[in-house]
């Protein structure tokens, strides 16, 4: 082979290279805060990619990391869409750091679970109580309130998201809060909680602490109720879900479109899948509620507790439960951390 044969070969070559890297880079969207061990994002990925094309890398920030990086990144974004809870969700909308979407089947999410102009919409919802490793408990009864956490017997037992950074550690205190006799213009009955379940030496991890719940390092978790059940269902571990007498609250996970996204069109494609019939249908199988009822099965419905223990839970003033959380977190990091 000549020299310049040679040479226009390796030229071919390596833009052909460089094209398939491209088409690659192209075929991704990034996602902040889809941990593959919450909501069953690793299996909802999965399916985006097969049925898309595009991939999605798992990423394990929580909502108070995403929107901070997001703030970090503003000039130049680096992620396609994020998966918030609706309080981060809102307050990254008011800081200008999301695009307007409205995916296929828009119309079918319920207002209020909904940015009007397109900025997020839930996906699915989750409730909160106690997730409960059986084996880890060693003969000690599963505690059935609020109340019962604060007990000696579960001392060093029991652990809950930090409220300061992670939604669903905001949404326990919020439940707790409720439950107790607060309002969304009162935590006093939270803060009140929470100082007495320090003195019981809690676990408070920032990220998901699912594994670590079904290794039985943390005994009870106050976490969502989709987690438990994927313990029992998917992973048949002896674990258990208890609503608490004294009351909890339900509250919605949302996605949007990151605002100067570098891979929009991607990004577009992941959010019409994730609200669209067979991504719908990937969040029931997980055990959340999702947004769009009718595409809950029968079958997995039945799998969860009783319409009588749901009946405890109550609603929640969304715009409030947004507006309050960083007063919550500064009174919660000054009076209990």
């Known amino acids: ?112 679970l909904k940015d009007p102009n397109g900025l997020w919409f839930t996906i699915h919802s989750g409730t909160v109580g106690f997730f409960v490793n059986r084996d880890a408990l060693e003969g000690k009864p599963v505690p059935s309130s609020w109340a019962d956490l604060l007990k000696p017997e579960y001392r060093g037992m029991v652990g809950y998201l930090d409220p300061s950074s992670a939604f669903a550690g905001y949404a326990a205190a919020v439940a707790a809060n409720q439950a107790l006799g607060g309002t969304m213009d009162n935590f006093q009955p939270s803060i009140d909680y929470f100082q007495k379940l320090k003195a019981n030496a809690p676990i408070v991890p920032k990220q998901t602490a699912y594994a670590r719940v079904l290794s039985g390092e943390i005994p009870i978790l106050i976490d969502f109720d989709f987690n438990a059940y994927r313990a029992i269902y998917k992973d048949h571990a002896n674990v258990q879900f208890v609503i608490p007498k004294e009351g909890s609250v339900s509250l919605p996970y949302v996605v949007a479109l990151v605002k100067g996204a570098p891979h929009a069109d991607n990004g577009k494609k992941v959010l019409d899948y994730v609200l669209g019939d067979k991504g719908q249908a990937h969040w029931a199988e997980a055990f959340l509620r ?42 919660y990091l000054k009076r209990v951390r």
Request: aromatic share 6%; hydrophobic share 45%; charged share 15%.
């Open 1 to 112: 082979m000549t020299p310049w044969i040679s040479r226009a070969v390796r030229t071919l070559a390596l833009c052909s290279l460089l094209g398939a890297g491209a088409a690659q880079a192209q075929q991704t969207a990034i996602c902040y805060n889809c941990p593959p061990e919450w909501a069953d994002w690793a299996g909802q990925v999965k399916a985006i990619a097969q049925d898309t094309g595009v991939r999605v890398p798992l990423d394990n920030k929580n909502s108070g990391q995403a929107v901070a990086q997001l703030i970090a990144e503003q000039k130049s974004p680096v992620a396609d869409v994020v998966y918030l809870g609706i309080t981060a969700a809102i307050d990254a909308a008011k800081k200008g750091l999301l695009a307007p979407f409205k995916p296929a089947h828009w119309e079918q999410i319920p207002a209020e």
């Open 290 to 331: 999702p947004v769009r009822a009718s595409t809950m099965p029968a079958s997995v419905a039945g799998k969860f507790l009783p319409a009588a223990d749901y009946a405890r839970v109550k609603p929640v003033d969304l715009a409030k439960l947004a507006a309050q959380q960083e007063a919550f977190s500064q009174l």
